[in-house]
């Protein structure tokens, strides 16, 4: 990702990604996509090509734009945004130009609860049946081996547990236990809030010579709830002593208890969901300098960008060991509403303030300059060199005061990480105009990271265009992608899995080994311990492609562009139903306690799988019509097709077909595109667009035929308006998902959110949205 063909910094924890957020949409006046490979150019992370996000160089004036949407059922979800612009100065005339931009957006929480198609997990007719016996009213096991519920008789009150028995997907254990419908928790949409600005100050030096100076700052935060803190497993255990012991007077006796102890499997509801608050910032400076120096066009740059990152307890965790020590003298009550002096101590269990702390700094120098070589019969020969350097450094904090204290936060034996590299590269390109029609170009990139090694990467590309009618191109080029700092350095955290399972060893097939407690065993959620891996190596590719745009006549365009990947050691984590799936083949990753009777975790950090073996077409139209009274009409569409995408999930083992189905942990679509109708009018601009995605396999298909299940396709269409006839004022007006197209069901389990995917579909349904911008 570039801005103004330069890197930005990358979030800390997601550091193969960058917060968009950071540039201002007042700011921006085109985006370039380049569609194939382009790490001969602009180096790693461009293996699938790149985004340039160009601003503006002179805003004259200054503008004031307040937008809102608000989805029309009932729930959050709503959004506003407010941007002031100006810019002053003419660069030809008065030989400088600056202009300024500040941006807010804030969107409101969607629960999951207010959409009939995400507020359960529980939909066993379906293959979907995400449960916990992690509960409210608690569960326990007592030493004799006796598992249940005081309440189970009374269909699990008090309230707020699922009143269900086992799942009917794994064998009857036949226990009278209640499970708790996590799903009700979470939110679809998080509530967030953006911050971002940013100003440049253009100054011609001379008639050959521009100097500039750019500031970009953006601060994002947001706050997603999922469900109480899962006790279980961790030693909260009560005694006869108690008087919330079942039978005691409090709560209803249970048959065969007779004063065993019982280790307790609980979800304190009465502090809430837990509440994470993430808040991160990026800022870069950047210097330049371009113009004509002997011949040549030059543009060199020093940058420094700034990343941060933080993650706060901001309600619903508790101190486990207070828990622990409230239960055992009998202040708590797992299984009914707390005393007084229960909810006292309750509330001040509450582990509240900032775990995780990231850091990530990049220093930067680049210069490259470019001319005609010479004139060839063709036209001019291009050359262009370059060479940059670049210095990164990321620090990864936890506070194991904090963390420590909470096991459902997943940092409690987290540990402080840090990381340093140095890149140097040389890159050069040359345009051959063979003859008039036909242009070869080739370009190379040379890499060198101080922790991974070098790579070089060449690219070939042909252009041909015989007539104007006519143009053919193709190009073949290498690619890699080291990994992150964060890929090598972030800290290990050990999580709950997406997914509920069956421990492999101690409840193998559903049915708990003698002595075992089916309550943390069988049919939950597992600890999974993922993070960095300073082991790592680069991905690498090929990629070739060719294609065809013919335009037949000036008024219809039309592309066809066929493209190969290969893709070598992919950096990626192996997805949690994969491992779960083949315990014999993955059984070194499952990590027991000494005496084998309690699963710690299942090791799944970062690491080089195999190979990646994709290929498709992009296809495009434009269509511009007549002119004719009612306006000037045109029609994009834009869309691709994957015919293949094969993956491994180590190196030489067997490919696992994606295309048009869910594989492990995502879908592929076979086809999916963006179309644009467009009319113009006078002053007033009317655009109805389409998103669609294809119908896949969906998840659990292949490991449950009897649920077997075809994820619908996707279409969603939107409708606006836009008035331009006033100088000062620019309305516009439309509609989000016109027909209010819910997400279709798939059963997959990778995310919390379940019932649909939120990686591909949006939950809020039709949508109603305004802008209104006032020049001044």
């Known amino acids: 990702m570039l801005l103004n063909g330069r890197r930005l910094a990358n979030h800390p924890y997601f550091a193969d990604t960058v917060d968009l957020n950071i540039i201002p949409i007042a700011a921006l006046e085109r985006v370039e996509v380049l569609r194939d490979g382009a790490s001969a150019i602009y180096g790693t992370d461009a293996i699938g090509g790149v985004i340039n996000f160009i601003t503006k160089r002179t805003v004259k004036g200054s503008a004031l734009t307040v937008e809102g949407y608000e989805p029309l059922r009932r729930g959050g979800g ?141 601060r994002s ?26 039978g005691n007077g409090i709560v209803p006796a249970f048959p065969g208890l007779t004063g065993e102890n019982l280790d307790i499997s609980w979800r304190p509801t009465e502090t809430g969901g837990r509440l994470n608050k993430d808040s991160s910032s990026t800022a870069r400076l950047l210097a330049s300098l371009e113009g004509t120096l002997a011949g040549w066009d030059y543009n060199a740059s020093i940058s ?88 990164d450094r990321a620090k990864y904090f936890v506070n194991r005061a904090l963390a420590s204290q909470a096991s459902s936060s997943g940092s409690a034996d987290a540990q402080d990480q840090s990381g340093q590299r140095s890149i140097g590269a040389l890159f050069s390109e040359l345009n051959v105009p063979v003859i008039r029609d036909l242009e070869l170009n080739f370009a190379a990139r040379y890499d060198h990271y101080s922790d991974v090694g070098g790579s070089f990467n060449p690219k070939v590309s042909l252009r041909y265009q015989p007539t104007r009618q006519l143009l053919v191109r193709s190009s073949f080029n290498k690619g890699f992608r080291a990994p992150t700092l964060f890929d090598l350095f972030g800290p290990q955290t050990t999580t709950n899995s997406s997914d509920t399972y069956n421990d492999p060893v101690l409840c193998p097939g559903g049915t708990p080994i003698p002595g075992a407690n089916p309550n943390i065993v069988c049919e939950q959620q597992q600890n999974i311990r993922g993070g960095g891996n300073p082991n790592l190596q ?85 269509y511009r019509l007549p002119r004719s009274p009612i306006g000037n009409l045109s029609l994009s569409i834009d869309g691709t097709y994957v015919n293949k995408y094969d993956y491994q999930n180590e190196r030489g083992g067997p490919y696992t077909e994606n295309a048009g189905r869910y594989a492990d942990a995502t879908p592929v679509f076979r086809w999916r595109h963006n179309l644009l109708v467009t009319l113009v009018r006078g002053d007033y601009t009317f655009n109805l667009s389409n998103r669609y995605m294809s119908h896949y396999q969906d998840q659990n298909t292949a490991v449950a035929p009897e649920f077997a299940n075809n994820v619908g396709h996707y279409s969603t269409w939107a409708l606006s308006t836009t008035f331009t006839g006033n100088k000062q004022f620019e309305l516009t007006a439309g509609i989000k998902n016109l027909f209010d197209e819910e997400p279709p069901f798939t059963n997959q389990v990778t995310n919390f959110q379940l019932g649909y995917d939120p990686r591909y579909t949006d939950p809020l349904g039709r949508t109603v949205y305004a802008r209104l911008t006032y020049k001044f």
């Not at 569960?139 to 309440?151: C, Q």
């Not at 209640?178 to 253009?202: H, K, L, W």
């Not at 003298?329 to 303030?353: K, R």
Request: glycine share 8%; with cysteine; hydrophobic share 35%.
């Open 78 to 218: 709503n959004e506003q945004r407010i941007n002031l612009s100006g810019g002053w100065g003419d660069l030809n005339r008065d030989g400088y130009s600056m202009f300024g931009v500040l941006d807010y957006h804030q969107q409101s929480a969607l629960r999951a609860t207010d959409r009939s198609f995400s507020r359960t997990g529980v939909r066993p007719e379906r293959g979907m049946n995400e449960i916990s016996r992690t509960t409210f009213p608690a569960n326990f096991f007592s030493d004799l081996g006796i598992a249940g519920n005081p309440y189970f008789a009374s269909a699990c009150q008090p309230p707020g547990a699922a009143s269900r028995t086992r799942s009917d997907t794994a064998p009857a254990t036949d226990e009278p236990v209640c499970e708790f419908d996590y799903t009700q928790y979470v939110d679809n949409i998080p509530e967030t809030r953006q911050y971002s600005a940013m100003g440049r100050i253009n100054r011609q030096l001379t008639p050959n010579h521009l100097a500039s100076l750019e500031f970009v700052w953006g």
């Open 538 to 622: 680069p991905e690498r590719s090929r990629t070739w492609s060719a294609g065809i745009v013919l335009e037949p006549i000036p008024s219809l365009t039309l592309s066809a562009d066929y493209w190969n990947i290969r893709l070598k050691d992919q950096i990626s984590a192996l997805a949690e139903q994969t491992i779960f799936g083949n315990f014999p083949k993955y059984q070194n990753l499952f990590v027991y306690d000494a005496s084998g009777t309690r699963l710690n975790y299942v090791l799944d950090i970062t690491s080089n799988l195999g190979e990646v073996r994709t290929r498709g077409l992009d296809l495009s139209l434009l």
């Open 304 to 391: 420094h960008s700034l990343g941060r990152a933080r993650s706060i307890f901001d309600g619903g965790y508790v101190i486990d060991q207070r828990v622990i020590e409230g239960v055992a003298a009998g202040i708590l009550n797992p299984f009914g509403p707390q005393s007084a002096a229960g909810a006292d101590y309750l509330q001040n269990s509450l582990l509240l303030g900032e775990y995780l702390h990231a850091r990530i700094n990049s220093s930067a120098v680049d210069a490259r300059a470019s001319r005609d070589l010479m004139t060839l019969p063709g036209g001019p020969l291009g050359f262009a060199i370059g060479a940059e350097f670049r210095r």
């Open 221 to 246: 935060t947001n706050e997603a709830r999922v469900a109480p803190p899962p006790l279980s497993n961790i030693g909260v255990t009560m005694t006869s002593a108690s008087p919330y012991y079942p």
